[in-house]
């Protein structure tokens, strides 16, 4: 199970998602809190940032591109973090809506995005109450139809974007291979796995057959990562750490009120501990490029810099 152990750990901080802020002032909405806890989470370890545009005064989801491009160049002016943004959760709407952003600023050789989500089918997304023992709606579905993935892929192949294939099962793991035979989808590319909380019964539990036959779908070369929607990622975090795999965490997860309530910065360094217990390096962002192989980034600032 060690085949990719030698590589160091990528962390990918997701910081906010779609998820209310609750009473933990550090989840962010507006452009300034989002690059905030975006260089909490480089200081403390995460390589990757993770996150979705949200209205600054009602942190509803927004896909307005300027909201894009404050976060981008303010990440961009202060570490040198891999660039992962949303393509926006809002159902029903049109590929050119969920790729406006991306486009925007991929010409800018500094600003260009580094990878962008795919997730590889639809859901039904209503939140489970164990409590009430209902569904708390009986109507939510994240729609992503083969048609969608067709046409965002098309999108992304012709301005060579790298794309993360994010994975809620196995079945979705092998629509995205027949994307790759289709040539759509790049043989490289890098695979999220999506566990879910006991509120959200869309994904796979955190158990261990479970991360396996994730796994079983993944080709040699290619790396993966663990992460939990509204769920805890730290028992799986610990699995993935020890095969190989890499981890995604953040208050847009889940809140990890165990801990008080943590910035994004502080959940990073959790798991850099776990990896530090488990005898495993963290990647810097630099060396998450080159265990993902994408060209480096040399022009953007690196930690001794930044720290000035
Ligand atoms: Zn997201």
Redesign the pocket.
């Given at each position: 199970m060690a085949k990719h152990s030698e590589h160091p750990l990528i962390i990918e901080c997701?910081c906010n998602?779609?998820t209310p802020r609750g009473d933990n002032p550090a989840l962010p909405h507006s452009p300034k809190e989002i690059i905030r806890e975006a260089v909490r989470a480089w200081e403390a370890g995460a390589s990757i940032f993770?996150?979705?545009g949200r209205d600054p005064e009602t942190g509803k989801p927004r896909n307005d591109v300027e909201l894009y491009l404050e976060v981008i160049e303010g990440i961009r002016a202060q570490t040198d973090l891999l660039i992962h943004p949303?393509l926006g959760?809002i159902t029903q709407n049109q590929v050119e809506d969920r790729v406006r952003h991306i486009l925007a600023v991929n010409d800018d050789p500094v600003l260009r995005v580094d990878m962008v989500?795919v997730d590889f089918g639809s859901l039904n997304v209503d939140f489970w109450d164990p409590q009430m023992g209902q569904f708390t709606t009986y109507d939510q579905v994240y729609v992503n139809t083969r048609n969608d993935l067709k046409a965002v892929l098309e999108v992304f192949k012709r301005h060579e974007i790298y794309v993360a294939s994010i994975c809620w099962d196995v079945g979705q793991m092998r629509t995205a291979h027949c994307f790759q035979e289709m040539g759509l989808l790049p043989r490289n590319t890098f695979w999220e796995f999506v566990f879910t909380g006991e509120v959200m019964p869309a994904g796979a539990t955190s158990t261990i057959p479970a991360l396996q036959a994730f796994v079983a779908e993944v080709p040699d070369d290619n790396q993966w990562l663990v992460l939990c929607w509204n769920g805890d990622v730290m028992r799986v975090a610990s699995w993935a750490i020890t095969m190989g795999g890499h981890v995604g965490i953040g208050l847009?997860d889940h809140h990890y009120s165990r801990f008080g309530k943590p910035h994004n910065g502080e959940l990073v360094e959790k798991v850099v501990q776990l990896a530090n217990m488990l005898g495993r390096e963290v990647a810097t962002p630099a060396q998450a490029r080159e265990i993902l192989k994408m060209p480096s980034r040399a022009q953007l600032p690196t930690k001794a810099v930044a720290v000035v």
């Amino acid at each position: 199970m060690a085949k990719h152990s030698e590589h160091p750990l990528i962390i990918e901080c997701r910081c906010n998602e779609i998820t209310p802020r609750g009473d933990n002032p550090a989840l962010p909405h507006s452009p300034k809190e989002i690059i905030r806890e975006a260089v909490r989470a480089w200081e403390a370890g995460a390589s990757i940032f993770h996150w979705h545009g949200r209205d600054p005064e009602t942190g509803k989801p927004r896909n307005d591109v300027e909201l894009y491009l404050e976060v981008i160049e303010g990440i961009r002016a202060q570490t040198d973090l891999l660039i992962h943004p949303t393509l926006g959760y809002i159902t029903q709407n049109q590929v050119e809506d969920r790729v406006r952003h991306i486009l925007a600023v991929n010409d800018d050789p500094v600003l260009r995005v580094d990878m962008v989500p795919v997730d590889f089918g639809s859901l039904n997304v209503d939140f489970w109450d164990p409590q009430m023992g209902q569904f708390t709606t009986y109507d939510q579905v994240y729609v992503n139809t083969r048609n969608d993935l067709k046409a965002v892929l098309e999108v992304f192949k012709r301005h060579e974007i790298y794309v993360a294939s994010i994975c809620w099962d196995v079945g979705q793991m092998r629509t995205a291979h027949c994307f790759q035979e289709m040539g759509l989808l790049p043989r490289n590319t890098f695979w999220e796995f999506v566990f879910t909380g006991e509120v959200m019964p869309a994904g796979a539990t955190s158990t261990i057959p479970a991360l396996q036959a994730f796994v079983a779908e993944v080709p040699d070369d290619n790396q993966w990562l663990v992460l939990c929607w509204n769920g805890d990622v730290m028992r799986v975090a610990s699995w993935a750490i020890t095969m190989g795999g890499h981890v995604g965490i953040g208050l847009g997860d889940h809140h990890y009120s165990r801990f008080g309530k943590p910035h994004n910065g502080e959940l990073v360094e959790k798991v850099v501990q776990l990896a530090n217990m488990l005898g495993r390096e963290v990647a810097t962002p630099a060396q998450a490029r080159e265990i993902l192989k994408m060209p480096s980034r040399a022009q953007l600032p690196t930690k001794a810099v930044a720290v000035v």
